[in-house]
């Protein structure tokens, strides 16, 4: 593998009230605690690998979000399509349900207004939207998922081609993320200041972080004396973290 190259991104997203949050996470997504520390909740699943974390922010320090978020959607993808009607027997509300190939499909909104798709299919384009919702049966000693990976990452830019540029100068980046133009005021707000994503913490094979400076040369860059990880922020002022 070349060094840098991106093998995993975790989100982590600000909200106002963590408890409400963490429940909507573990109900209607099926995501494991892993840890709880001060502000932030570590969630993933039976292999108690981290795949998505929550940053409580209060409404003194942050904000909701005025007009599109930067966070346009999270995709995830499920190892066991039996788990996705594990979650569907408990009649979670749902944006949108979907018949894959494989399994069942369905779009949720956190209570921050955070969008998931969760799916278990090879392809996204065999999932067709269903209209009648079955009365789905709940595998026995279902607790949740037990493996899932965070697939894409899709956001909402103020300038496409300039994030993709920024983007594939990062082995890998463009793997795990898409982005769709749009307009409004808080898509560059400083990631402290808004209910939305704050960071994409990128796992990389061979952590050299004297080349990620080099192509992060117009980015603020912080590395500490340990040399165990890098801290920028791509043109949207979402942080980024890389770590091996």
């Keep these: 593998m070349s060094v840098n190259q991106i093998v995993r991104i975790i989100p982590v997203l600000k909200v106002n009230n963590r408890n409400l949050n963490q429940d909507f ?15 932030h909740l570590s969630l993933g699943d039976l292999t108690k690998t981290e795949k998505l974390v929550l940053e409580e922010s209060p409404s003194m320090r942050s904000r909701r979000v005025k007009g599109p978020k930067k966070l346009a959607r999270i995709v995830i993808r499920v190892e066991k399509p039996e788990e996705i009607e594990g979650l569907l027997a408990q009649k979670p509300d749902l944006v949108q349900l979907y018949r894959g190939s494989k399994s069942y499909a369905f779009e949720a909104v956190s209570p921050e207004g955070h969008a998931f798709l969760l799916h278990a299919e090879d392809d996204l384009a065999d999932l067709r939207p269903v209209r009648a919702v079955p009365d789905f049966q709940q595998p026995e000693g279902f607790a949740g998922l037990s493996c899932f990976e965070v697939e894409t990452v899709e956001l909402h830019v103020p300038d496409q081609a300039e994030t993709e540029r920024f983007y594939r100068k990062l082995v890998n980046a463009l793997d795990f993320l898409s982005f769709t133009a749009a307009a409004g005021q808080d898509l560059q707000a400083d990631s402290t200041h808004t ?3 704050a960071m994409i913490k ?3 094979k061979d952590l050299d972080t004297a080349a990620l400076r080099e192509i992060l040369t117009d980015q603020e860059v912080f590395v500490p004396k340990s040399d165990k990880f890098l801290l920028s922020q791509d043109p ?3 942080e980024l973290w890389f770590e091996a």
Excluded at 25 to 39: C, D, N, P, R
């Design 195 to 197: 209910w939305d994503i």
């Design 202 to 204: 990128a796992q990389v």
């Design 236 to 238: 949207s002022k979402i």
């Design 25 to 39: 996470y573990k109900k209607v997504l099926g995501m494991k605690t892993l840890l709880e520390e001060s502000a």
